[in-house]
């Protein structure tokens, strides 16, 4: 342990968010773990046994956010170069990738991410003639904001021998299935140790400064590369930041398979391990044709390989998941894993808490399975607050009837289906406020929950879907992992329109948490621990 791991802290004088005493107001810190939290008045006796005493100043200290999925060097790679999430037309995007050529005339091969056309009023993607001028013929990679397709300048294609034979190459639009795979590879690989240590840094130093005290890392063979993410892991487990716990996204069948994703230092055999795409790239797979397109977009698992995967990966002990957008995507993983349940036992199926990223469409009968398989929905608000609504992207592909029945948090709550939040960064941005804002002022109302359920989801969830009941939340023993905010009075939500929706009442004996409603400012974090050790520190602080 480091010196400020072992040092004994109290910390008082403000609103500690725990279940263990809703109105405590002081905590104790001991060699990184939380060693009691109560009032004010009880504080007094620690305070001459301690080696410091901070005085919060009426601020809010809450356990730190997990985000359940990030892209770490991508995330650092969009912070520190070209983003293009700001973009309001298409003519800004070229200006923008005009300016960042001209003003990195030295790198070889150019990255960018974040273009969405359907918020531009051209509602098409940059064309390769357009990229290639903007770029003065240089290599681009440039990546769809949902990362399941990218537009690249003729330079960088002429990298990549034979990727005009492959399946999802288009001579004029976005590249998506193995042409993007393979032009995303050449194109990290002109990423240097270098650049990619110092953008896993800035990822980890931005997520600190939020309150974010854990990362799941979701990576895989056809994200980015194995180098990338076990020096993302040996970066981590060196350096002080939030912790990084990793997930490999690679099919496995046997105990061999197994062993080498645990070798790798991966904690599941889980992520983006695609049963689908996207619905911003008509590739997530549905039981019926898009609203906008002839098609039922891209299968890559069906329920056999599933099965396969989630039986070796259970008998290994190892966690197994996917990434499952459409409905008949999320029904392929159901039916592979009551396969695997059915061979298994379902006890055993329950004890491995597998999960699946998105489960954006879902109907009851998968959200009861959700549930009798012990699934997690590891899931993100943010895409709701980006693309829901009647004259959103969600609309758009599926028609208003089947929008509306998007990221049903509430459903999936209300049948016992354990909630894991993350942002899918650099998807959405990482913001973990916001995002509990999302769940909580859903953009269709039946999906709505309260701030309580969301905050658990974003701290305590991450935890529970890793296998960890003992953390994310204020309570002797617990990890030390909190974050110290700045923020107005705090309130207890309902997610219900039908009651009062709002409550000072001490007496309700629920920790108060900020209010959010939409327009108003959201908490600033002044400080982030991860261990007993601070890993940010506000400019205000």
């Known amino acids: 342990m480091t010196e400020s791991e072992t040092r004994t802290v109290l910390l008082r004088g403000g609103e500690v968010h725990s279940p263990a005493d809703p109105f405590a107001t002081a905590m104790v810190v001991e060699r990184g773990h939380v060693a009691w939290v109560g009032s004010e008045g009880a504080a007094d006796a620690f305070a001459a046994g301690v080696d410091e005493v901070v005085d919060l100043d009426g601020a809010l200290v809450t356990p730190a956010f997990t985000d359940a999925h990030v892209h770490t060097t991508a995330t650092g790679l969009a912070l520190t170069g070209l983003d293009l999430s700001g973009a309001r037309s298409l003519g800004d995007a070229l200006g923008l990738v005009r300016a960042h050529a001209t003003a990195h005339p030295g790198v070889r091969i150019l990255l960018g991410h974040g273009w969405d056309s359907a918020r531009w009023p051209e509602r098409r993607a940059p064309s390769r003639a357009e990229l290639d001028e903007a770029t003065g013929g240089r290599p681009l990679y440039l990546t769809r904001i949902d990362v399941h397709s990218a537009v690249a300048t003729t330079a960088l294609l002429d990298l990549v021998p034979g990727v005009t034979s492959l399946t999802g190459y288009d001579r004029e639009g976005p590249l998506t299935a193995a042409a993007h795979h393979a032009v995303r590879a050449a194109a990290h690989a002109a990423v240097s140790p270098h650049q990619r240590a110092e953008a896993q840094r800035a990822a980890r130093h931005h997520a600190a400064s939020l309150g974010i005290g854990s990362l799941h890392e979701c990576a895989g063979p056809d994200i980015s590369d194995e180098d990338d993410f076990t020096a993302l892991l040996a970066l981590a487990a060196d350096e002080p930041g939030p912790r990084v716990h990793g997930y490999w996204a690679e099919a496995i069948t046997d105990a061999k398979g197994a062993a080498r994703v645990r070798d790798l230092g991966a904690v599941g055999a889980a992520g983006d391990l695609f049963v689908d795409g996207s619905l911003g790239s008509h590739t997530a797979h549905l039981c019926e044709p898009y609203a906008d397109a002839p098609h039922t977009g891209t299968a890559h698992l069906d329920a056999a390989t599933v099965a396969a995967h989630v039986t070796a990966c259970t008998e290994a002990g190892l966690q197994a998941g996917f990434h499952a957008i459409g409905d008949a995507a999320v029904g392929a993983v159901v039916d592979g894993v009551r396969a695997a349940a059915e061979r298994l036992g379902l006890a055993r199926i329950r004890a491995a808490r597998h999960r699946v990223e998105h489960a954006e469409m879902l109907v009851p009968e998968t959200i009861a399975a959700f549930a009798e398989l012990g699934l997690t929905a590891s899931v993100q608000p943010a895409f709701d607050a980006a693309w829901g609504g009647e004259d959103g992207m969600y609309a758009e592909r599926l028609g208003v009837a089947r929008a509306r029945t998007l990221n049903p948090y509430a459903a999936l709550l209300r049948a016992g289906v354990p909630l894991a939040f993350g942002s899918d960064s650099p998807v959405t941005p990482l913001d973990p406020w916001g995002t509990v804002r999302a769940a909580a002022f859903h953009r ?55 009651v009062s929706r709002w409550s000072t009442d001490p007496r309700s004996g629920t920790p108060g948490l900020p209010d959010l409603t939409p327009g108003g400012p959201l908490p600033e974090c002044l400080r982030t621990v991860v261990a007993g050790q601070t890993v940010f520190v506000g400019p205000k602080e």
Request: proline share 7%; charged share 25%; glycine share 10%.
């Open 444 to 498: 269709t109302p039946d999906h709505r929950i309260s701030v309580r359920a969301a905050f658990t989801a974003h701290t305590r969830g991450g935890w529970r879907v890793l296998g960890r009941d003992d953390a994310g939340t204020l309570v002797p023993g617990a990890p030390a992992d909190y974050a110290v905010w700045r923020t107005g009075a705090l309130v207890v939500q309902a997610p219900d329109d039908r």
